[in-house]
């Protein structure tokens, strides 16, 4: 089941982001960089939104899991899920009047515009809170499926409708209109595609009750301590890694906030290769949490982390020396790569100290341990806020990277002793020097070597060969300094001399 789940998660997860960057450069084509950056303040909304489910979401998804397990029954199950159904649909219905009620103030008095009209903007914002409404509801059914354990099929199910969707929209654009409404239309007609598709499974993989679902306090109340720990994790979170495109949207420019919402999209990626790894383990770590088997949970724990230093590790290290190639090989637009690679690299640095920090969270969360967490990010956005507002007018979009990057070093060398002061009291040396510094320095030599010989004035082919030639060369040095990737390089590498020989003698 872990495998399977792995496995999918990251051909879904890895499809669906593919489908959300590779027509990215067709966007900026058609509608232009300053739109584009309204297509980024989209997804802070949408992200941003998710305050308002109170930590239902996340919940739903756990208890999913539970009752999958034997801990409710079918009754139960359905009446909690009609319950949340019903109050996400009542904020839904809130989110998209309020974004139209204030789009007007919003597009005047927010923005700072060069090309587009007040107008066309208030528009946009209109249409756009409708959608960011849609979205809400959709990710109640996402955690359902996730949490009844279905990750094959929802990746398979979601992966399809992002081609849809990117597809679709560069059509819009290219054959019908190329604005930011019909861009927004599209997506909006999307989501309640979704949003059946994902219902219509969700109740099929619950059994029938004695009844339909119906709204139920008492199935609320069960699961408020846990909701409201989310809730205040959450909302903590959201202003921790979004806070800084919500500000930026007001200090930056309409075209300069188009360069930064690209390179958060470029640097967001890492977390498609760390999302697979911890989806797939955390129902691992809540079962033998809840066995009291803490040997075995402890290597997992580490097993997990050494996938993610390997994986996103290797990867944000490639992307971190190699931006500007990658970038140009990307849209083809020499200006945009000069602009933005080095935002993308510092970018990158602080999402990937950012990453390594998820698997100890949902240690925490096994643990049913929500209140560190809330407290510490609690804590940094109340450094975090004022230090953007600080750098910002002084050093630009770059300076509130470099803020990023030091709140994620100070979690990692800090904060997170606060975790292991409670569990996991004699891992913490382990993960630091076994389960990321070694596997990251070894990525960092061998990626720095291959940047510093270099060749200059490289044609587009041999820009590709040399992203290739550092992609493999950095993931295999980190997987042989890592102690449990070694070791599944070492078998895939005998099982493959042995089919070798086996045809040799034949």
């Not at 979601?158 to 597809?167: I, K, Q, S, V, Y």
């Not at 059509?171 to 209109?177: K, N």
Request: hydrophobic share 55%; net charge positive.
């Amino acid at each position: 089941m872990l495998k399977r789940n792995l496995i999918a998660n990251y051909l879904g997860q890895g499809w669906s982001a593919l489908m959300s960057l590779a027509f990215v450069p067709l966007y900026i084509k058609y509608i232009g960089i300053e739109a584009y950056g309204l297509i980024g303040l989209f997804a802070v909304v949408q992200a941003a939104l998710n305050l308002l489910d109170m930590g239902m979401t996340p919940t739903l998804g756990r208890e999913m899991a539970r009752f999958s397990g034997g801990a409710h029954t079918v009754q139960s199950i359905r009446d909690l899920l009609r319950s949340i159904e019903l109050i996400t649909w009542g904020i839904a219905l809130v989110i998209a009047l309020g974004i139209w009620a204030i789009s007007g103030s919003l597009a005047s008095d927010w923005l700072r515009t060069e090309k587009l009209s007040t107008e066309v903007i208030a528009q946009a914002f209109t249409i756009m809170g409708v959608v960011s409404a849609l979205r809400f509801v959709e990710t109640i059914y996402h955690s359902s499926i996730s949490g009844l354990q279905q990750q094959v099929l929802l990746n398979a199910v979601t992966a399809g409708l992002a081609t849809l969707r990117g597809f679709g929209a560069v059509g819009i654009l290219a054959w019908v209109s190329p604005t930011l409404g019909a861009f927004f239309l599209w997506q909006g007609l999307l989501s309640i595609v979704t949003i059946v598709m994902l219902a219509s499974i969700t109740y099929w993989l619950i059994p029938r009750g004695e009844s339909h679902g119906k709204f139920s306090w008492s199935a609320l109340q069960r699961i408020w301590q846990f909701s409201s720990g989310m809730l205040g994790i959450t909302v903590m979170s959201l202003l921790l890694t979004q806070i800084d495109k919500i500000l930026l949207s007001k200090l930056l420019t309409l075209t300069q906030y188009g360069y930064y919402a690209i390179s958060c999209s470029v640097a967001g990626t890492i977390f498609m290769f760390i999302g697979p790894i911890a989806q797939a383990w955390y129902p691992k770590f809540c079962a033998l949490y809840a066995s009291n088997s803490e040997v075995e949970l402890a290597e997992n724990y580490h097993k997990a982390t050494q996938f993610v230093t390997v994986i996103a590790g290797s990867a944000a290290v490639v992307v971190i020396f190699f931006s500007r190639e990658l970038l140009f090989l990307w849209t083809q637009n020499i200006e945009l790569a000069e602009k933005a690679s080095v935002l993308v690299s510092v970018l990158m640095l602080g999402n990937i100290l950012n990453g390594f920090m998820m698997l100890p969270y949902q240690m925490q969360l096994a643990h049913g341990w929500t209140s560190l967490t809330m407290k510490i990010n609690m804590g940094l956005v109340l450094i975090f806020v004022p230090m953007t507002l600080w750098v910002t007018p002084i050093w630009g979009a770059i300076g509130a990277a470099w803020v990023w990057v030091s709140i994620n070093i100070f979690c990692i060398f800090i904060t997170i002793n606060f975790m292991y002061s409670r569990i996991l009291r004699k891992e913490k040396w382990r993960w630091y020097i076994h389960d990321l510094l070694l596997p990251m320095s070894a990525a960092i030599i061998a990626s720095g070597i291959i940047k510093y010989y270099q060749p200059y004035d490289l044609d587009r082919p041999s820009q590709v060969g040399l992203i290739l030639l550092a992609s493999i060369v950095t993931f295999l040095s980190a997987s042989l300094a890592s102690e449990y990737i070694r070791s599944i390089v070492f078998q895939i590498c005998g099982a493959v001399l042995d089919i070798c020989c086996y045809k040799k003698r034949i």
